[in-house]
């Protein structure tokens, strides 16, 4: 049955019997809605000069202890705008508004249509604003980033405009606005920050303090990233010489000038606090965070906290004598991305740059990142554990746009053929760029995205170098990487904050995970993006775990033993010896460290090692994390088989009975009769193949005895001989062979 349509005359007769009703209703309408959003509530100007700094936000670690106040009490000291220096003045102006004594409170094309723009295209409200509206957002307003508190800004600016002067509106700011933690107002961040009254800082101080209300968390030199501290004083001192505020040589000079810096007191983990409090003031904006009175939870554990600080302190002490300055540290749950512990730099407090975070800085991997690369190749069926690779001199020309590229192994040695298994655990690297070759550079970036790693995205910016550590990549990014073999192949991104509370009672936000509070692996329930299968992950943390595998580069009994605990662990030295890695993990923890220098200076060679410098300090962390803890091996997936493989080729000896690759019944027979020296492997079902016979005729150069190049026509001869090719090099077993000589790739 259709529905009659409501005819079109009938409906303008109704309009215009109704047009005089129409004409109120809707105006009073749009009155009443501006009135109940933005005037019912609209503060007086004149709390400006009775206004209070309100409550504290707390941040406590897992178990309730308190581990920052972001504030304490009232700390703020009021001074009249006689007593604050005209340098201060001049900066906070040029920084900050430099039309203030020209406007009357507002810019309305910096700040009314940025405001809609931002609204419309569902943006945050930043910048733009007068010195006047942050006074007013500061003192009068809320801190919710929305269009009515902005537009509530607009309509109070050039009120206070008319009921306070220019150089009164100045000192109610400068004595107002937050400057970071328990510093409110001018004179406070003075005391904080030098330790001296504001009548007494220089130009270069000036420039530091101006340049923070604008997000005081930010370019704090107290927190995460003190070098933005420098490149905001930087920006200041450019836009006073602008002005006409300064010369261009006193801005020289006092960006030169050394900053010393009061040290910051009553703050545990002060790195991962200032990690937090970014998050924070990301989510909730500054205001809320600095005055907004959160009960913040975290997941840091105290005690884990304090042992990984102390024993990173200690152990890089040790260190001095091999050129290495600062160590950091990192305590996760893979199950649920919890971080448990943070270190940052050996000393928080120490000068020049011991707030620097080292673990969410930039730093080349290493060999830390070569699990990951093998992990896409087994994925992808083109090797096993098993495969065997040609470790033997080789140069690749073949990656567009890179030079001819000769990759050596840490010791300067070659092993001729070596499995997947062995080149892994003892951290070969011409295998593993002969195994990035196979996977393409384009597909090893594409797939360190997907294990968390996303620093790495422009494959044309890398050569087969990558697999070594050639990009730069976070600490707490390959923590969310190696979290997917310990979560057997699925990520978990990392989590810091469990709860936040506000003043009222309110839970803006908690962390809820099947897996909280849960040990046992058994009883965990992973749940997130599926990086790799079951089974990959499971070999590579099963390679990562073997001793026997390592022992050729490590030894028996190096710092990545951990007695009572299988532990999958790797290694990463960079080639010029600037970072040092060691990364290691089990289904309930993972622990990362990392020494070298700030300022990127290379450390001793007595690092080559890999064993040396990281590895101590990881070793003795994760003790103290899993004692007491019960020794959990990774899960067997039921794709995973066991099979004896050729010792030298890796593949299924050709005497074998049974189904290929589905595991085999030899049990006890000799390698005599299967045909070749064995060892046992697992393997992923169907993945691997039986030998062939290796007898081969080839070319041989006479006047060497080794294989004859590719283009070589003279003084060859045919002969048979064992060979060997791992699909991309071949190499002759019984020959002999040139010394330095290398195999071209193209």
């Known amino acids: 049955m259709s529905i009659p349509r409501p005819q079109p005359k009938k409906i303008t007769k109704w309009l215009l019997k109704r047009r005089k009703l129409i004409f109120w209703v809707f105006p009073a309408l749009l009155i009443g809605t501006f009135y109940w959003l933005i005037l019912r509530d609209l503060p007086s100007p004149a709390r400006l000069a009775r206004y209070d700094v309100p409550v504290a936000t707390k941040i406590y670690d897992r178990n309730g202890t308190l581990l920052f106040d972001v504030f304490v009490g009232q700390n703020r000291s009021p001074v009249p705008l006689s007593d604050i220096p005209k340098v201060v003045r001049d900066a906070t102006i040029a920084i900050e508004d430099k039309n203030f004594y020209k406007h009357s409170g507002i810019n309305p094309i910096g700040g009314i249509v940025r405001a809609l723009y931002a609204s419309i295209l569902n943006k945050k409200l930043q910048g733009g604003s007068t010195i006047t509206q942050q006074l007013v957002k500061s003192a009068l307003l809320t801190p919710e980033r929305t269009l009515t508190r902005k537009i509530k800004e607009f309509l109070l600016a050039p009120t206070v405009e008319l009921l306070y002067s220019k150089d009164k509106i100045l000192e109610l700011y400068l004595n107002t606005v937050p400057y970071g933690g328990t510093a409110w107002g001018i004179e406070t961040a003075a005391e904080k920050y030098f330790g001296k009254s504001i009548n007494d800082v220089t130009l270069a101080e000036a420039a530091i303090l101006a340049g923070l209300p604008q997000a005081p968390t930010l370019y704090s030199p107290y ?42 007191t009553g703050i545990q983990a002060p790195h991962f606090v200032m990690y937090v409090k970014e998050q924070l003031v990301e989510k909730y904006g500054e205001s809320l965070v600095e005055r907004g009175g959160l009960k913040v939870t975290t997941t840091l554990d105290l005690d884990f906290q304090k042992y990984a600080q102390a024993t990173v302190a200690a152990e890089v002490a040790k260190l001095k004598n091999v050129r290495v300055g600062n160590g950091a540290a990192l305590v996760t749950k893979p199950s649920t991305g919890e971080i448990l512990a943070m270190v940052g730099s050996v000393d928080y407090f120490a000068t020049p740059s ?154 803006l936000e908690e962390y809820k995970d099947p897996n909280l509070n849960k040990d046992i692996p058994s009883q965990l329930l992973l749940t997130g993006p599926r990086v790799i299968s079951a089974e990959t992950a499971f070999l590579i943390s099963h390679i990562l775990l073997d001793n026997n595998a390592r022992m050729e580069a490590f030894g028996p009994s190096s710092s990545l033993v951990v007695p009572g605990h299988a532990v999958s662990v ?11 890695w060691t990364i290691g993990y089990t289904p309930q923890y993972l622990v990362a460290t990392w020494v070298g220098n700030n300022d990127n200076t290379p450390m001793n060679n007595a690092l080559v090692s890999g064993v040396t410098g990281a590895a101590p300090i990881w070793n003795k962390i994760i003790r103290h994390v899993l004692n007491g803890k019960p020794d959990i ?40 009769a299967l045909g070749c020296p064995t060892r046992f492997e697992y393997i992923i079902k169907g993945t691997s193949a039986r030998s062939t016979s290796s007898r081969q005729m080839v070319a041989i150069d006479k006047a060497t005895g080794d294989l004859a190049s590719a283009d070589q026509t003279d003084n060859i001869e045919m002969q048979e001989h064992d060979i060997a090719w791992d699909g991309i090099t071949r190499w002759c077993l019984d020959c002999t062979h040139t010394e330095g000589k290398a195999t071209i790739v193209k």
Request: hydrophobic share 35%.
């Open 223 to 264: 927190g995460a990233h003190p070098e933005l501290a420098k490149e905001r004083q930087v920006e200041v001192l450019r836009r006073m010489t602008e002005d006409g505020y300064i010369t261009r040589q006193q801005a020289e000079a006092a960006a030169n000038e050394p900053i010393e810096y009061k040290q910051e």
């Open 633 to 672: 091996w990774p899960k067997q997936p039921d794709g995973i088989v066991g099979a004896r493989v050729c010792t030298t080729t890796g593949l299924l000896p050709p005497n074998l009975p049974g189904s290929e690759g589905q595991g085999n019944d030899s049990g006890s027979q000799p390698d005599e």
């Open 354 to 507: 011991g707030s620097f975070n080292v673990t969410t800085a930039l730093r080349q991997p290493g060999s830390s990142i070569k699990p990951i690369n093998y992990a896409i190749g087994i994925e992808k069926h083109i090797v096993t554990p098993a495969t065997m690779f040609l470790d033997i001199p080789t140069c690749f020309t073949s990656v567009a746009g890179q030079p001819t590229y000769c990759p050596r192994n840490y010791d300067g040695k070659f092993r001729g053929p070596v499995q997947l298994r062995f080149a892994l655990g003892n951290s070969l690297n011409i295998p593993a760029v002969k195994m990035l070759y196979l996977n393409t550079v384009s597909d090893m970036v594409a797939s360190a995205s997907a294990f968390g790693l996303n620093t790495l995205k422009d494959p044309s910016q890398y050569g087969l170098s990558l697999t070594l550590g050639g990009g730069e990549v976070r600490m707490t990014d390959m923590a969310e990487a190696f979290s997917v073999f310990a979560n057997a192949g699925i990520r978990h991104d990392l989590v810091s904050i469990l709860k936040v509370v506000d003043k009222n009672g309110n839970v």
């Open 570 to 580: 790797k290694t990463g030295t960079t080639n010029d010896l600037r970072d040092n």
